[in-house]
């Protein structure tokens, strides 16, 4: 049975950071690019960042350089993504997917909310 869990959001004032991880299971995870979009309230869902199946290529959305870090680790089945100098425009439902040829899988999302 295939499982994609998201996990690590929450509240955050501005300026702070959270780390979200992502659990896969049910599928060879190694295989697979995986991905984190977000989606926020009235907005389509957004690409955020991209990590190649080794690991070796990553790639992340303009608003997010030098604050986001997309890393993952084969051994565990697990994707991250670190988020620092959060502000509110990036409070959203987070989600990750994996992808190998035409197989896809999504998690059902984690909300990231920044406020003071």
């Known amino acids: 049975q295939v499982q994609v869990v998201e996990s690590g959001g929450g509240l955050v004032p501005p300026g702070g950071s959270l780390r979200l991880s992502c659990a896969a299971s049910?599928?060879?995870?190694?295989?697979?690019?995986m991905r984190w979009y977000r989606q926020a309230p009235g907005k389509e869902r957004e690409l955020v960042a991209t990590?190649?199946?080794?690991?070796?290529?990553?790639s992340h959305t303009t608003s997010v350089k030098g604050r986001f870090t997309i890393s993952r680790d084969n051994a565990k089945n697990t994707v991250y993504l670190q988020m620092n100098s959060l502000n509110p425009e990036d409070t959203a439902v987070y989600y990750c997917?994996?992808?190998?040829?035409?197989?896809?899988?999504w998690g059902q999302g984690t909300q990231v909310t920044v406020s003071s």
């Open positions: 990590i190649s199946a080794a690991g070796g290529t990553i």
């Open positions: 997917n994996a992808q190998w040829i035409s197989y896809m899988y």
């Open positions: 049910g599928f060879t995870f190694s295989r697979y690019t």
